[in-house]
């Protein structure tokens, strides 16, 4: 299994509102919803920390962190490398871990009159 390369954090609109132009530099879009993608997430405490990989105008590496009111952020997803991030339609449907898919439903068996 490959490891997690970062994770996508969204915001709950009001949140984008209220930080305003502050946020925008760290925002993607992405099929679901403008999000900021980095590389760790610590949830510990009232402030969730953000750390991102960036350049700066001379392209220099830089690390950031943005720290956020946890009851800001809306959700965090983990990305991994081996699948492409988003939210796309299954050919089969998810199942809990230990499950077995559903044989095919059969018809239901007619009651023989007087039976």
Known sequence: MNEPTGYAVFFFPPALEALGDAIKPYLQDGPAGPHVP??????????????????????????????????????????????????????????????QDAAPAEAPVAAKPGA
Request: aromatic share 4%; with cysteine; hydrophobic share 40%.
């Open 38 to 99: 980095c590389r760790e997430v610590d949830t510990a405490g009232a402030f969730i920390e953000l750390t991102l990989e960036g350049r700066t105008s001379d392209g220099r590496e830089v690390e950031l962190e943005l720290m956020v009111p946890g009851n800001m952020v809306r959700m965090i997803v983990s990305a991994r490398s081996d699948h492409g991030f988003g939210f796309a339609t299954r050919s089969r449907p998810m199942l809990e871990p230990g499950m």
